[in-house]
């Protein structure tokens, strides 16, 4: 299953031209263990060995997946909740579209979604490939719990696309 998926999203991807994306320098491990907190505020970003130049679209896409997934013990990954927090999804994206010279491109946007799938397949069977375990926990118990997610996440993907597009500034909202 998570090869398959792997698979689907890679090709949809490289449909984009991805090597031919806006790039900038991008951390590469952006995630909530990399952030520094002060009264509930993020003061600092750390670890910067995986920075490199990349298209712009992998670190909002990995981030937005790093800081939705909801998550809870690593004694109880079998209890994980399946789902993602959709409003951090599209406030990550509004705020770099808010922030930016260039905002996403609708190529860009497209393929959010399955840069999600693929960071959350690769940043979990490289260390389970090399150690056995993610961490703490036994390889198989993680990836049974990335497959339940993906399970979630698959039938949810035209909604991703959908609430990270820019607002529409001639369209009423209230009509």
């Known amino acids: 299953f998570l090869r398959e998926q792997f698979e689907h999203a890679h090709k949809a991807v490289e449909r984009v031209g991805f090597t031919s ?3 900038n320098i991008v951390h590469g491990d952006w995630h909530p263990g990399n952030t520094l907190y002060k009264d509930g505020e993020i003061i600092a970003v750390i670890d910067f060995d995986s920075l490199r130049l990349s298209p712009r679209i992998t670190d909002i896409a990995n981030g ?3 800081f939705s997934m909801r998550m809870g013990s690593p004694e109880d990954v079998e209890n994980w909740p399946d789902s993602f927090r959709g409003h951090t999804i599209q406030s990550m994206v509004q705020a770099y579209d808010q922030f930016t010279k260039l905002p996403m491109m609708a190529s860009e946007r497209t393929i959010f979604p399955s840069l999600m799938i693929e960071a959350m397949i ?3 069977v490289i260390p389970i490939h090399k150690t056995g375990s993610f961490g703490v926990v036994r390889g198989s118990t993680f990836l049974r719990m990335i497959e339940r997610k993906l399970n979630w996440f698959l039938p949810r993907v035209e ?4 609430v990270i597009q820019p607002p529409n500034r001639d369209e009423d909202s209230f009509a």
Do not use: H, K
């Not at 909604?159 to 959908?162: D, G, M, T, Y």
């Open 21 to 23: 994306l806006p790039t």
């Open 159 to 162: 909604r991703v696309i959908e």
């Open 122 to 124: 690769v940043e979990s």
């Open 64 to 66: 937005a997946l790093q």
